[in-house]
C-alpha cells in the first residue's frame, strides 16, 4: 500500500477514534472511508449549502452520545427508535425528543444540539455524523458515483452514530477538542466549487485552540494583502498597529502593521464562513470586528494579551457571562510562509499537538476500483481498509507528536542566545528586551507555526460565557523575512457599540441561534427608557432605481449592498446617516427622520448629479480662497448665493 493510503485513513480513522467498542467490527464488516487525491478536482457545485447529503438509510435504533457544549469526556448513551424520528408523528422537535430521554436535569428544552461536525440538529439524519461525513468524501472523490461506492448499511449493536453537544439558549456552540490531535470535519461549512473539505485539528484542549485546513485559498491570502495595500481611507489603511477600544492608541508591545477589510468581497465571503465554522447563522455585521490584516517585519511582535476585553466603562455592557457581550472567538488567517519565527504562541497550554503534516492526506487507494462487487483485478477498497486498521492508523501520533512546555528558564534562556548568535541575529534583540524574552517563551512554550493559507482557531470563552484567561497569547518576534496575517474577532452578541444603541437583543429571542437575551434587572424606569428608545425604532426601505450596485454605509460600517433595480430593508434608529457609495466613492446621504416608523428612501442618477455639483462647487469655493483670501472670497460667494455647503462630511 502506497504511503499517501496510509495517511488518508490516518485522518478517517481519528475522526472516529472516540467511537468505544465495535470501531474494528465496524470496519471489519466492510465499512470503506475513501477520499480522492488533493490533487483531484472536486466535483462541481452549485447549491452552496453545506455538504450534509441525506441520501441514505438510517438503521435503527440509533444510537448517540449527548454531552455539555463542547464537553466530550463526560456523556450518556441516548437510544432513538424510528417512531422518535418521525416527526411527522408527534408534535416534539428532534431536541425535545432527545433532551427528553436524557437523564441530566440540567439540560434545557428550548436549547439548541449540535454535531461533532458543527451542524444544528434538525432530523436524525443529522445524527450518523459518521455517515455523513463518509458520503461526504466519497462525494469529493468520486462525485456522481458516491453511492455505487458506499458501504453495506448494517452496524454492531453496538454502534455509536454520533455525537451531540447541548448548548443552552442565549449560548454559541463551541468545538469538541476530544484528545490532542483529534482531527473532524466541518461539514457544516458551505463550500465553493472546487474546495477541499475543512478539517480542524486540536491543538490544545486547554486553552481551545484548533488548527483549519482548507478554510481558504492561497489566491484568497494574495488578495487581502494587494487589496490592504490599496486602501487610502486613514481609518482602515495600512499602518503602526493600536490598541483599546477608545481611538487611535500606539502601544510600544504591539509593532506590527494592520488595516481593516470592512467590505472587498473576499473579505465578506471569509467573515459569513467564520460565522459558519462556528455555528452561528444568520451571518450579522455588528457580531464581528472587521477583518483585521496584520504585517509584521523582521523583529515586530506583539506581546501576550487576552482578545476578551476587560473594561468597565459605561457605554457598553462587556459582561459575556452575565448579560453583556464580549469577543467570543478569534480565527486567524496566516497568509504568508515566515522564514523564521512569527509564531502565535500561548503561554499558559502546558502541552499541545504539533502536526508532521502540512495539509490533511486525502489521498486513496489510487488504483483500487469504486464498489465492493467489482469484477476488476485491482485492489479493493475493503482490502485498503483492512490493511490500516491492522496498522492502528487511528492513533494521532502516526501524523504529529505531542510537546509539553519547558519550566527551565535558564536553559530556555541559554538556547535562545545561542539560536539568535547562531544565526547572526542577537544584535536586534537586546538582552532583557521584551522582545528577546518572547523568543525565549516562543521556543520553549506552544507556538503555532505560519503557513500560508492556513487558519487556527481559539476561544475566548468558556462554554457559559466566562472569560477563558488561559487564552492568552502573543504573537512571537519576526527573525527572518515578513509575516501576512489576518484575523476576525466574533463576539456573543453585538459588539460596543451596537448593543447599547441599537438594543438588538430584542431581536434574539426569535432567533434561536442567539438565543433570548433581555435582561431580567430592568427597573420600571429603564423600561419606561427602554421603551422611549424603542419608539424610535425605524423599518427603512432602500430601494436603487437606476444605478449600478450601491453600497450603504454607516459608521464606516457596509451594512447593506443594494443592486439595481433593488432593494434592502434596514431597521434603524431616527437620527441615524447612512453614506450612499458607488463604485467606492459617496454620492449621499441619508438622513432618518423623526416620527415615522416606515420610511423610503430612493437612490437614483440624480444623487449623482447633486454630487457632482456640489463636488463642483466644493472645487470653486477653494480655489476662490486659494486666489483671493479667505473674507474676500467669501463675500463674493455669498453675493453670488453659492455657499451651499449641504454636502456630506465624507465627500
Not at 239 to 261: E, L, Q
Amino acid at each position: 500500500m502506497k504511503s499517501a493510503t496510509f495517511l488518508n485513513f490516518c485522518l478517517q480513522l481519528s475522526l472516529l477514534s472516540f467511537v468505544h467498542g465495535g470501531l474494528f467490527d465496524y470496519f471489519k464488516k466492510g465499512v470503506e472511508m475513501v477520499t480522492s487525491s488533493l490533487s483531484r478536482p472536486a466535483p462541481e457545485s452549485t447549491s452552496g449549502q453545506a455538504n450534509n447529503n441525506h441520501d441514505f438509510e438510517l438503521i435503527f435504533p440509533l444510537r448517540i452520545k449527548l454531552s455539555e457544549n463542547g464537553e466530550s469526556d463526560i456523556y450518556e448513551v441516548i437510544t432513538l427508535s424510528k417512531e422518535e424520528c418521525n416527526l411527522d408523528s408527534h408534535s416534539m422537535k428532534l431536541s425535545e425528543v432527545i433532551l427528553k430521554k436524557s437523564s441530566n436535569s440540567e439540560f434545557q428544552m428550548d436549547s439548541q444540539l449540535f454535531t461533532s461536525s458543527g451542524d444544528e440538529v434538525h432530523q436524525c439524519h443529522d445524527l450518523d455524523v459518521y455517515t455523513q461525513h463518509e458520503l461526504l468524501l466519497l462525494e469529493y472523490s468520486h462525485g456522481d458515483k458516491a453511492q455505487e461506492a458506499a458501504i453495506p448499511r448494517d452496524h454492531p449493536e453496538d454502534h455509536i452514530s454520533g455525537h451531540v453537544f447541548h448548548v443552552p439558549l442565549g449560548r454559541l456552540f463551541l468545538w469538541p477538542s476530544y484528545d490532542l490531535g483529534h482531527r473532524a470535519i466541518a461539514s457544516n461549512v458551505p463550500l465553493p466549487s472546487g474546495y477541499k473539505p475543512i478539517v480542524l485539528e486540536t491543538l490544545s484542549i486547554e486553552p481551545r485552540v484548533f488548527k483549519i485546513y482548507n478554510f481558504f485559498t492561497e489566491d484568497e491570502t494574495d488578495f487581502l494583502i494587494e487589496n490592504a495595500l490599496t486602501i487610502t481611507e486613514d481609518a482602515y489603511r495600512l499602518k503602526r498597529s493600536s490598541t483599546g477600544t477608545n481611538g487611535y492608541t500606539v502601544d510600544t508591545y504591539r509593532t506590527s502593521d494592520n488595516a481593516f477589510d470592512t467590505s472587498s468581497d473576499v473579505a465578506m465571503a471569509l467573515k459569513k464562513r467564520c460565522f459558519e465554522l462556528l455555528g452561528m447563522r444568520p451571518y450579522n455585521e455588528h457580531w464581528a470586528d472587521g477583518l483585521q490584516i496584520l504585517r509584521y517585519n523582521t523583529t515586530t511582535a506583539y506581546i501576550n494579551h487576552l482578545d476578551y476585553i476587560e473594561a468597565e466603562t459605561d457605554d457598553h455592557d462587556w459582561d459575556s457571562a452575565a448579560h453583556g457581550t464580549n469577543r467570543f472567538a478569534t480565527i486567524l488567517l496566516y497568509m504568508s510562509d515566515v522564514d523564521d519565527g512569527g509564531e502565535t504562541f500561548f503561554p499558559d497550554a502546558e502541552e499541545w499537538f504539533v502536526s508532521n503534516e502540512t495539509s490533511p492526506d486525502f489521498a486513496v487507494c489510487e488504483d483500487s476500483t469504486v464498489g465492493n462487487d467489482s469484477d476488476s483485478d485491482g485492489p479493493k477498497l475493503k482490502d485498503c481498509v483492512s490493511s490500516v486498521v491492522q496498522k492502528g492508523c487511528q492513533d494521532p501520533s502516526q501524523y504529529g507528536h505531542i510537546m509539553q512546555a519547558s519550566d527551565d528558564d535558564a536553559l530556555a534562556k541559554a538556547e535562545t542566545s545561542r539560536y539568535l548568535d547562531e544565526k547572526n541575529i542577537s544584535h536586534l534583540f537586546r538582552q532583557n528586551s521584551w522582545q528577546r524574552r518572547m523568543v525565549q517563551h516562543c521556543r520553549s512554550k506552544m507556538a503555532v507555526k505560519p503557513m500560508k493559507a492556513q487558519a487556527v482557531l481559539f476561544y475566548s470563552q468558556k462554554r457559559l460565557g466566562e472569560m477563558d484567561h488561559a487564552s492568552i497569547h502573543g504573537g512571537c518576534p519576526v527573525l527572518q523575512g515578513s509575516k501576512w496575517a489576518a484575523n476576525l474577532w466574533v463576539w456573543n452578541g453585538p459588539r460596543q457599540p451596537y448593543l447599547k444603541r441599537e438594543k438588538e437583543y430584542r431581536n434574539w429571542k426569535n432567533d434561536r441561534t442567539r438565543g433570548e437575551y433581555i435582561p431580567t434587572d430592568m427597573t420600571e424606569d429603564d423600561l419606561a427608557a427602554d421603551k422611549a428608545e424603542r419608539d424610535k425604532a425605524v423599518k427603512g426601505l432602500f430601494r436603487n432605481i437606476d444605478l449600478p450596485p450601491v453600497e450603504i454605509y454607516w459608521q464606516n460600517h457596509l451594512i447593506a449592498t443594494v443592486e439595481t433595480e433593488g432593494k434592502e430593508t434596514i431597521n434603524t434608529f431616527a437620527g441615524h446617516e447612512f453614506i450612499v457609495k458607488l463604485n467606492g466613492r459617496p454620492i449621499t446621504k441619508i438622513v432618518v427622520a423623526q416620527n415615522h416608523a416606515k420610511q423610503l428612501f430612493d437612490i437614483s442618477q440624480s444623487d449623482v448629479e447633486r454630487s457632482k455639483q456640489q463636488h463642483a462647487k466644493l472645487q470653486h469655493r477653494q480655489r476662490m480662497l486659494a486666489s483671493v483670501g479667505h473674507a474676500s472670497a467669501e463675500t463674493e460667494l455669498a453675493s453670488k448665493g453659492d455657499t451651499d455647503d449641504s454636502m456630506p462630511d465624507d465627500l
